[in-house]
């Protein structure tokens, strides 16, 4: 008995056409490049979609006060440690202003939820702007993942890691 | 409901429900059917949490969830003995606890579904809301239900449990209105014996009878007893009233 209710946009699924990410409510599909944009980590610090180049990343969007996000990133506690031994780092941040509704701050949700695994050097938290929320999840989705290989292409798109774990793993081991 | 108003009638309400579960195979039947409902509540209730209907949503369930999960299974576990004892009573009664219970079942699933699904801003950009519109509209209300979650249960908990007690009162106050017919009956009889028929028609006990029920009817006869005259689904043709004992023992024969 398992019957599954995901943003469903695995491999598998029907692509959108590249280039129309975002602008036009179309999230980017599997085999087109990331779309490029600035984060802020929860160290204050600036980065880029483009600077993760050069190792796979899994860029996950989340809601603080969402439960399958909560219930995802205490998963991905379990499980982070796995996808660094495929050579995968994850990069977890808030969409944001938590999509204009009030929720815990992302650093209390990251420490309270990811554990001892919240100073893990493969797992980094953050916050980002309105153009790469709307450029990633344009349908407002709370939560949504994209696997992104060593060359920037997404290579696999989903939610909710708690019930899509072991898709998620199967894709990374694919990358490594 | 309208018995909810009626203080006498609510009165009427733990008796109904007594006789409801009062055979240990009515007592089973609301154990089983209310585990069953409580085991798929432990299901449904953490599925916000995984977005899946399995055993593994027992993972998520904690002591919060899983108490809503037995209480409305047990809720709902009466609410569906009260609909099969009214299947078999009051075709009125059934109707109205069948669609509230409908309404609670789903009410108290709403938080669980329209929270961190994918439902809510499908739909929205189905029906060409976009940009920043399908933003503001789409985390209000995810956050609606995600925050109002035990607004949600406590609601749908009242509901079953109005539609139960409400469904049994109104069967009891209708079967004791019953009765009281049937009591005016046995003496309208009484005055038939030793009254000229003159004086029976003119009786003031026989306006006070039920209308509609018995206009046109003979007076009550004494009907001879026997199996299965308490078992008929009606108490009375053309009404919704129960066949209680009483009523029945007074109804005048057929033809």
Redesign the interface.
């Known amino acids: ?7 469903a946009n695995s491999g598998s699924g029907p692509a959108p056409a590249s280039g129309s990410a975002g602008a036009s ?1 179309v999230p980017p599909s599997v085999g087109t490049t990331a779309p490029n944009g600035t984060f802020t980590t929860l160290a204050g610090k600036t980065e880029t979609v483009a600077g993760l180049r050069g190792k796979p990343t899994l860029i996950w969007f989340v ?1 603080t ?7 995802g990133t205490q998963a991905m506690a379990q499980d982070v440690a796995t996808l660094a031994a495929d050579g995968v780092r994850v990069v977890e941040v808030e969409n944001y202003a ?6 815990p701050a992302m650093s209390t949700f990251a420490k309270a939820l990811a554990g001892s695994a919240f100073s893990s050097p493969d797992w980094t938290f953050g916050e980002v702007s309105p153009a790469l ?2 450029t990633y999840d ?6 949504i993942y994209y696997l992104v290989n060593a060359k920037g292409k997404i290579t696999y798109v989903n ?2 890691p ?2 899509t774990m072991p898709q998620l793993l199967g894709a990374a081991k694919a990358l490594a | 409901m309208s018995t909810a108003t009626n203080p006498l009638a609510r009165l009427r309400a733990p008796r109904a429900l007594a006789e409801v579960l009062g055979t240990p195979g009515r007592t089973a039947g609301f154990l089983v059917s209310s585990g069953v409902v409580a085991f798929f509540y432990t299901l449904l209730l953490p599925f916000g949490y995984t977005q899946r209907f399995e055993l593994a949503n027992w993972g998520y369930l904690d002591a919060y969830l899983l108490a809503w999960a037995v209480v409305l299974g047990l809720a709902m576990g009466l609410v569906l003995s009260v609909q099969a004892y009214a299947m078999r009573r009051v075709a009125a009664a059934r109707a109205a606890s069948g669609a509230a219970g409908g309404v609670a079942f789903v009410a108290s699933l709403l938080p669980s579904f329209l929270c961190c699904t994918p439902v809510i801003p499908s739909l929205l950009a189905f029906v060409g809301v976009s940009g920043v519109g399908l933003y503001t509209t789409t985390g209000a209300l995810q956050h609606f239900f995600a925050v109002h979650q035990s607004e949600f249960l406590a609601a749908s908990l009242l509901l079953l449990a109005s539609c139960a007690g409400g469904g049994c009162a109104r069967w009891q106050a209708r079967s004791a209105s019953s009765t009281t017919a049937a009591q005016w009956g046995r003496r309208r009889m009484k005055c038939q014996a030793w009254s000229p028929p003159a004086a029976a028609t003119s009786s003031p006990l026989g306006r006070e009878r039920p209308g509609p029920a018995r206009r046109g009817r003979p007076a009550a006869q004494p009907r001879p007893e026997g199996p299965g005259t308490d078992k008929e689904p009606f108490g009375e043709q053309g009404t919704d009233a129960p066949a209680t004992a009483a009523s029945d023992r007074r109804r005048p024969a057929p033809g």
Do not use: E, N
């Open positions: 008995m398992a019957v599954a209710l995901h943003v409510g809601t006060w969402c439960s399958s996000c909560q219930a938590d999509l204009g509704q009030s929720g929320t709307r344009p349908k407002a989705y709370l939560d939610s909710s708690a019930s």
